[in-house]
Structures are given as C-alpha cells and as structure tokens.
C-alpha cells in the first residue's frame, strides 16, 4: 500500500469529499450482496436433502449435498468479496 | 481402557504438550510490541494479524476440541440430527460478512476492544453494555470448561484416571496467557490446526478402507437406529426433526459469531480485507468438521464401544483400534492442543470484557492502560480457574447443561450488537427491554424442557415444542431462535412507542462512515506502542 504521508494529509484536509466518491463507489455494487442468501436457501430447507438416494461413493444424499454446500458456499462468498472490493482491497 | 496407561501415546502427547507451551511463552517475543501492558497489545495481539494468522487463529477459535468430539458423538448417538454442524458452520460466513466487516471497521476507529465497548459507544447506555459483558462472561465460561471435557476424552483413552493431567495443562495454559496474552494462541494455533489436518485427511482415507467402505458404514448405522426404540434417530432425519435441524443450524450460526471470543479474532485482524477474505476461507474447516462428524458413523461400523457411558470417548477410542500406536499419539495430541487454543481465546475475550466494561466503568474510571492489562491478565487465570473448578467439582454433564444454556443467552445479546451496526429505529432502552424479555423467556423454555431419554426434568436440551404454543404440530424448533424472536419484537414495538413520545436516543459517538472505513484511512486509530509496519498516524 504505497500510501504516502503527503496522501494522508490530503485526506484529512479533506476528509468528507474524499469520503462521497469511494461510499458511491461501494454503494453501486451492493446488489451483489443478495447472492450471499443463495447458501442459506441451500442448506435451510432441510425437505430438500432429507433423502438416501442419489447415493455418492457409498454415502447417502442427506450427508454429500450438505458436504458439497462448502465449495459451493465459498465460490459464492468469493465471487461476493471479488465484485464488492473497494479500490484499495 | 483396561490394560493401563500406553506409554507411547502418553510420550507423543507430553512432547506436543511441552513443544507448544514453550511456544506460547515464546510467543511474548513474536512480533513484538514495546511493551504489553495495554489491551490493545495483551487482548487484541497488537491488532496487526495477516490473512493467515487470522485464518489460523479464527480456525482454532471456532472449531474447538469440544467439536471434534462432541458432533461424531452426537452423530454416533442419534445420527443425522449431528450434522446440523455442517449447515451452521457453511451458513456462518455469508451470513456474517457484512456484519463483521461493519464491526471491524467501527472498533478500529473508535478503538473498541470488546462487544460491550461497541454497544456502550453505539447506545450510549452504559447498563446496556453491562447487560452484554455480564451475558458474554457467563456464556463464555461454560465454554471454556466443555474444552476440558475434550480433553478428558483424550486423557481417558489414554487409560489414565484422575483429574491431573487437565489441571497441569490448565496451570501451564494459564500462565503463558498471562505472559503472551492473545499472541500465545495464535501462535499455538498454527501446529494445533496442521496436526488436525494430519489427523482427519489419514483418518477419513484409513479407517473407511479399513471397514469395507462407507456403504458399510452407513449400513451399520441404519442397522443400529432401526434396531434402536428413539424415535429422534437415524441416518436421515425424522419429519418432526426438520424444523429443528434448520433452526438450531441458523441459531448457532448466529451465536458463534457474537460470542466475545469471536470477536477478539475479528478485532485482532490487521484490516477490513483480512475479514473479507477469511470469510471465504474460513469454510476449509467445515469441511475437516462434516468427515470428522462421519467418524461417529465409522465407530458405529467399527464396534466401539465408549469408555465408561462417557460418549464422548468414541472418536479418541476410535482411534486407539484403528490407528498404531505412535499416530493415535498425534491424534490425541491434535484434540489436546485444540483444546487449549479456544480456551485461552476464551479466557482472554471474558478477561478484556471484564477489565474494559466492569472493571473501568463502575470500579476505577481512571484506571490507566497499565492498570487495564493487569486486571486483564489476573481475570484471566480466576477464569480459568472457575472453568476447572467446575469441571472437578461438578459432573461434566453440567457443563454441557451451561453451554446449552450460554448459547441461547448470547443470543439475546444480537439485537444490540448487530441492529446498532447499521442506522435502524432500535432505542438503547428498547434493547435493554428487549434482552431482558429474551434472556427471561429463553431460561424458562429451557427450564421447561424435560429429557426423556436421560431423566432430566429440567434444561434437557435446547429444542422447544412447538405444541406447547398451542400450534397443533410435532415439530420443534431451536430455542434460543424462539427467544430472539421475543427479544426483537420487544425491540421493534418499543423502538417506535419510545420515537412517538420523542424519547431521545443515547449518544451516538459514531458517524455512519466509521462503519467502512479500512486500515491506513484517514482517523483509524494506530494501536498504542506498536511498531512499524503500520502507516504513519494522520493529523
């Protein structure tokens, strides 16, 4: 982070029209936020995976979908954090 | 174990036991600070850990030696209903980014140490913090003593009896936290969480080539509960089990990230961006915590049978059958040593709670940094104290009674903590109404909740049904979720009745752009007497 004194000073000086165009920035990718419900919709209902079949390498359904929410969670939370990061992230 | 204790294993054990504690003393040195008598450096780590310590350190917060026990036993118990940990621990992220990085961003610029620090800065109310540090000490001890049933299970299979070997891990845990403070577990946490990965990644491939696969196991599973008479097992879920599958998921997902030693691994992180990215990351531990859970399953296949009715035992007895020797040594090791990092996290999290939000507000206002860190680190040892008291002198089982308990009271604390993250209608006053209504309705539902397979009249367990509002249904659901919901619509309704009367707010010493700001901007406080590394001070 090649923030120089000189910047810091700069931001101080002007402290609240240095704030509005990064809190603008943020604000229009808020949206991507809704996608972090996608997870709990998966994993909350439990009707949906309360089953044996389809089995996967021995194991029944109930406990493989469960398993599998993790990499499909982190994919989620990563796409999330990618398309949300401030300028300086 | 009858044949007496295994040399070989108790060998392995005292060699990790003795490596990480000359780590935790050492950690004083590790990065160090000028000096650690400020709660910033003791309680926080210097609040300068990187991505992967952050990871280290959150992974060994949140997924204690209690969990690693505890779920396969579960699992081993009743069945599918354990895996309700896998649900919560994925659901935990997503639902937490926002509010964790919101927090991350307010103590940092207003130089918040604690939860209840946040709440008395947001609220403006101090007997609303207080009501926050007192619910965070006492649901946190509880916690602290289940880690001692960890290790106990370890001890036990061992083929050691007594209470020794708990209280001299407890003593040496005691002191280097004192000496290093929150440096000490995160330190500790890196050989506690490599040696788990070690341990899990060769048991899940071992130990079900050994049984013929997880076809058999899961035969052997289905094999047991349909021979069994409880109507709540099985390898899936009963109908009437479902809406307490989902909510206990939900709940707990929502505790653990407002449990105060939670919050200690957010705060301690080095900026907004370390959150975020932990958060992403922080699920590889889900998925060591969703196979260890099948060892419950695998000891179902295996025959094993726990030691004394202590279920608990199953996994470290699990891998006194299937492993050699000098690995089951390392396994026990890696449950030890898990269980010493969360409790230390624990201890100091109470500790900070206590020194900041009763011990400076009501009994020494005046108190100096100094003196903060010192009440800090000398609350740290009555802590862990107590924790061993309790467990010593008092079943275990009620140990497992108060984490049920503690859970659902921290709950209560949510309102407070995380609606003043954001600018909503809630009144400080509203919220105290609010917590109390919650903390009152959750013990009595609890008290209220008998266990039929156990005797128990009272505090049974943490499922409430729904029959008994009068709903003509067999479902439950997760109580403490039931008594949030109390404690909200308290919130709500009084909120707006106290805005109709014109009743003013507490002060609000933050401003809504505290809430985003990132590490290097412009008024994030730099943490006294820390060295380099972070950018010069503005102004």
Redesign the interface.
């Known amino acids: 982070m090649p923030t120089t004194l000189v910047d810091i000073r700069m931001r101080v000086f002007t402290q609240s029209p240095g704030y509005a165009p990064r809190r603008m920035e943020r604000r229009s990718h808020r949206a991507w936020y809704w996608l972090l419900l996608i997870p709990l919709v998966g994993l909350l209902i439990p009707p949906i995976y309360n089953s044996e079949d389809p089995e996967l390498f021995g194991m029944p359904f109930f406990y493989w979908y469960q398993l599998a929410w993790v990499p499909l969670s982190v994919a989620v939370t990563a796409l999330v954090y990618v398309k949300t990061r401030g300028p300086r992230e | 174990m009858s044949e007496g204790v295994n040399g070989l294993e108790l060998a392995i054990v005292i060699f990790f036991f003795v490596l990480i504690s000359v780590l935790g003393f050492a950690a004083t040195r590790w990065r160090r600070a000028e000096s650690l008598d400020h709660l910033d450096e003791w309680g926080l780590g210097g609040r300068k850990f990187g991505g992967w310590i952050t990871w280290f350190l959150l992974g060994g917060d949140l997924y204690t030696a209690y969990t690693f026990v505890a779920v396969p036993a579960l699992i081993f118990g009743l069945g599918?209903i354990g895996?309700f940990a896998?649900?919560y621990t994925?659901?935990m992220?997503?639902?937490v980014?926002?509010a964790a990085v919101r927090m991350w961003s307010v103590a940092h610029r207003h130089g918040y140490v604690t939860p209840a620090d946040f709440v008395r800065g947001r609220h403006g109310s101090s007997a609303l913090a207080l009501a926050i540090a007192i619910t965070g000490i006492v649901a946190t001890m509880p916690y602290i003593a289940l880690q001692l049933v960890g290790i106990e299970a370890v001890v036990k299979a061992m083929g050691i009896e007594g209470h020794l070997p708990i209280i001299i891990a407890f003593v040496v845990l005691a002191a280097y936290t004192y000496q290093s403070g929150l440096r000490a577990p995160a330190l500790i946490a890196f050989v506690k969480d490599s040696l788990i990965y070690i341990v899990v990644i060769v048991a899940v491939i071992v130990i079900p080539a050994n049984l013929g696969?997880?076809?058999?196991?899961?035969a052997a599973a289905n094999e047991k509960f349909s021979a069994s008479e409880a109507p709540n097992d099985g390898?899936?879920?009963g109908s009437a089990a479902?809406l307490g599958?989902?909510t206990l998921?939900?709940g707990s997902a929502l505790a653990l990230f407002i449990y105060p030693h939670t919050m200690t691994g957010v705060l301690a992180a080095k900026s907004?961006?370390t959150i975020?990215?932990n958060?992403?990351?922080l699920?590889?531990y889900?998925?060591l915590l969703?196979?260890l859970a099948?060892l419950g399953y695998m000891a179902i296949a295996a025959g094993v049978q726990p030691i004394g009715d202590d279920v608990n035992t199953i996994v470290p007895v699990l891998f006194n059958e299937q492993f050699p020797d000098w690995f089951a040594g390392v396994a026990f090791s890696a449950i030890a040593i898990g269980a010493l990092v969360p409790a230390a996290i624990m201890a100091i999290a109470a500790s900070n709670l206590f020194a900041r939000n009763i011990y400076k507000e009501y009994l020494k206002r005046d108190a100096t940094p100094e003196q903060e860190a010192k009440v800090a680190k000398i609350t740290s040892l009555v802590v862990k104290a107590g924790a061993l008291a309790v467990v010593l002198a008092i079943d275990p089982q009620f140990s497992i009674d108060l984490q049920l308990i503690g859970g659902v009271i921290i709950l209560q604390t949510l309102p407070a903590l995380v609606l003043g993250l954001w600018r909503t209608i809630a009144h400080g006053k509203a919220l105290l109404a609010g917590w109390a209504v919650g903390m009152f309705s959750g013990l009595l539902i609890l008290y209220d909740t008998p266990n039929p397979a156990t005797g128990q009249e009272h505090f049974g367990g943490s499922q409430y049904a729904l029959s008994k509002l009068g709903i003509d249904t067999d479902l439950t659901m997760y109580t403490g979720l039931v008594a949030l919901a109390a404690n909200l619509i308290v919130v709500v309704v009084l909120s707006l009745v106290l805005r109709k009367l014109g009743v003013a707010k507490g002060e609000d010493e933050t401003a809504p752009?505290d809430y985003?700001v990132?590490a290097?901007?412009?008024?994030v406080k730099p943490v006294p007497g820390a060295e380099g590394e972070r950018?010069?001070a503005?102004?």
């Open positions: 599918a895996f896998v649900p994925i659901i992220y997503p639902i980014l926002l696969g997880f076809d058999n196991i899961f390898i899936n879920l479902t599958y989902s998921a939900f907004r961006n975020k990215r958060m992403v990351a699920p590889a889900t998925l969703g196979l099948l752009e985003e990132e290097g901007d412009p008024g950018e010069p503005p102004g």
